[in-house]
């Protein structure tokens, strides 16, 4: 979804449809220029949809706030062996290992 092809080619529909709605409404053709102007609308309403959407992505409080739940999700884990590393290690070993 990160090709810039879509955005464009919403925008040229926008664009091809006023322009075609506007000599078909000035023939008298009114079927064919709402049809014109609907499709100016489902472009419109695309247009703006992948417009929020890339906003949403690129959003960082949504990405730090999932790493925030992930860290979260892992402390426990962490903590708990670190503290029976802790309780593993012998206190003649900590003091051998700091006096090198």
């Not at 959407?53 to 960082?60: K, Q, S, V």
């Not at 860290?71 to 884990?77: E, I, L, N, S, T």
Request: positive net charge; proline residues 5%; hydrophobic residues 50%.
């Amino acid at each position: 979804m990160d090709s810039p092809v879509i955005p464009i080619a919403l925008f040229g529909l926008l664009v091809t449809s006023i322009v075609a709605a506007i000599p078909l409404s000035a023939a008298g053709n009114g079927a064919l220029a709402l049809g014109a102007l609907g499709v100016f609308t489902a472009a419109l309403g695309g247009l703006a949809w992948w417009v929020i959407d890339a906003d949403r992505r690129a959003d960082p409080r949504r990405l730090l706030l999932r790493t925030a739940q992930r860290f979260d999700a892992r402390w426990g884990k962490f903590e708990r062996d670190f503290w029976a590393h802790v309780q593993a290690s012998s206190p003649s070993e900590v003091i051998r290992r700091s006096s090198e």
